[in-house]
């Protein structure tokens, strides 16, 4: 079965100051894998998304993961955040056609100090 | 092209109602998923529709069903509501076909059961 994990709950950053947002995953095969943003109240916008080839993609918003298979990782990272990243974000995992249900982590959410 | 829309946005019920929501998938978008977030559990998968037939169902009791129309519009329905139903019932339409799996998430209905 497939899993993530996001091991982070709260991160808090100053304005300005770079960000990196972890997530590691259990899945068989080559994962499909995703970031999304959640801002307070409303659904959830995709960030970028990583299918095959370039290991480092980016993203809106300024925004880039690195796929590490090895370590079965994805993490988000931003050199410089901005106020309005404020929000929560998630880590899914998914499989390539059919029958597809992503798995979601549970989230981190990003506080910004001015 | 137009992105998920979901309504009502905002619903209050009682204990014992039940409720119904509904979601329109992008244009051209056959698959609707339909999520439950709540701060405690994060997003729960509750079903998935494809081409008006249910393709993969959540871990959820009985009480809580869905259905696809022909246009790919979706309804779920939540009977003998009980408290711990309040949450923020989010739908992702996907793109058949298209090999990406990347959901797109409407804003959700927030349920509030008093």
């Known amino acids: 079965a497939q899993s993530v994990t996001q091991p982070d709950i709260h991160i808090t950053v100053s304005e300005g100051a770079s960000l990196e947002l972890r997530c590691n995953y259990s899945?068989?095969?080559?994962?499909?894998l995703f970031w999304y943003v959640q801002s307070p109240g409303q659904g959830l916008q995709l960030l970028l998304k990583?299918?095959?080839?370039?290991?480092l993609v980016q993203g809106i918003k300024g925004f880039e993961a690195e796929f590490k298979r090895s370590q079965s990782s994805f993490n988000l990272r931003k050199p410089s955040v901005h106020w309005s990243d404020a929000a929560e974000y998630f880590c899914?995992?998914?499989?390539?056609?059919?029958?597809?249900?992503?798995?979601f982590g549970r989230g981190t959410s990003l506080i910004v100090h001015p | 092209k137009a992105g998920v829309t979901q309504t009502p946005r905002y619903l209050i019920k009682t204990r014992g109602q039940q409720v119904t929501l509904s979601c329109s998938p992008i244009?051209?978008?056959?698959?609707v998923s339909w999520y439950q977030q709540t701060p405690g559990q994060g997003l729960q998968f509750l079903f998935e529709?494809?081409?008006?037939?249910?393709?993969n169902k959540g871990n959820f009791p009985g009480r809580f069903s869905g259905r696809q129309f022909s246009n790919s519009r979706s309804e779920m329905n939540v009977s003998t509501l009980e408290l711990g139903d309040s949450a923020l019932y989010l739908c992702?339409?996907?793109?058949?076909?298209?090999?990406?799996?990347?959901?797109?998430f409407g804003p959700g209905t927030r349920l509030t059961v008093l």
């Open positions: 899945y068989g095969a080559t994962p499909y």
């Open positions: 899914a995992v998914g499989a390539k056609g059919g029958s597809y249900i992503p798995t």
């Open positions: 992702a339409s996907e793109g058949s076909g298209t090999g990406t799996n990347e959901q797109f």
């Open positions: 529709y494809f081409s008006e037939t249910q393709r």
């Open positions: 990583y299918f095959s080839g370039d290991t």
């Open positions: 244009s051209g978008h056959r698959s």
